[in-house]
């Protein structure tokens, strides 16, 4: 099975910042990534799919890039409402799997 | 709206057996994949489980296979998960999720708000 990994656990930011979360997974999975948001008590968000698109209604702050084995999701300046917990996934596969997330914390 | 709605988490012992549901509304429920995705508390997130739109495909990872069985009603626009033979590794928020674009193999766009599952004597 594939396996993800992201890149910090943990991510100290301040609000304007432009941060940068990187997925990477064990074999070539093409562009077959998503990124989803969750804050706590709360279901993931969907955010970009095949890698770079953005989903109906998610700010253009967000974006995402990469293709093969290595990924990233970058937030261009981060809001208020941007600190919360990322995970990536590889879909199109019988056995979908998550990367393990990266909490995006207030400095 | 389009909603997925869980239902039927609790507390349950350890080999003992429970069926989750999740109702959908708001889309045409038949047409799509769907699966099951647990959250161990603190943890990240675990797929388990999908199904195809007529129910006649689905997957699950290892650590279930044999143990639990997904299953829908079109007629009742419901997802279900049944239970058995349950661990304490099982105990989890579970989540059912739409795949995007009618599927197979695409992300997940729509999420239930989560029901909660603890295995404990």
């Known amino acids: 099975d594939i396996q993800m990994t992201q890149s910090p656990s943990t991510l100290s930011a301040s609000v304007g910042d432009r941060v940068t979360i990187t997925c990477r997974a064990s074999q070539s999975i093409s562009r077959w990534l998503a990124w989803y948001q969750q804050k706590p008590g709360k279901a993931p968000k969907f955010l970009i799919y095949k890698a770079s698109y953005l989903e109906s209604g998610v700010p253009s702050r967000f974006s995402g890039s990469g293709f093969g084995t290595d990924f990233t999701l970058t937030i261009s300046s981060l809001q208020p409402d941007d600190f919360a917990t990322y995970y990536c996934q590889h879909y199109n596969s019988y056995s979908p799997a998550f990367g393990q997330g990266t909490k995006l914390e207030i400095k | 709206e389009v909603q997925l709605e869980e239902s039927g988490g609790g507390v349950v012992q350890p080999g003992g057996s429970l069926r989750l549901s999740c109702a959908a509304s708001g889309f045409t429920f038949r047409s799509y994949w769907i699966h099951w995705v647990r959250q161990a508390p603190g943890k990240g997130l675990a797929w388990v489980s999908r199904?195809?739109?007529?129910?006649?495909?689905?997957n699950y990872v290892d650590s279930v296979k044999g143990r639990f069985t997904i299953s829908r009603d079109n007629a009742k626009e419901t997802l279900y998960l049944h239970m058995s033979s349950l661990r304490a590794e099982d105990t989890a928020v579970y989540y059912c999720?739409?795949?995007?674009?009618?599927?197979?193999?695409?992300?997940?766009?729509?999420w239930g708000q989560g029901t909660m599952v603890t295995v404990s004597s």
């Open positions: 199904i195809n739109g007529d129910g006649s495909s689905t």
């Open positions: 999720a739409r795949e995007r674009d009618y599927g197979p193999g695409e992300a997940f766009d729509i």
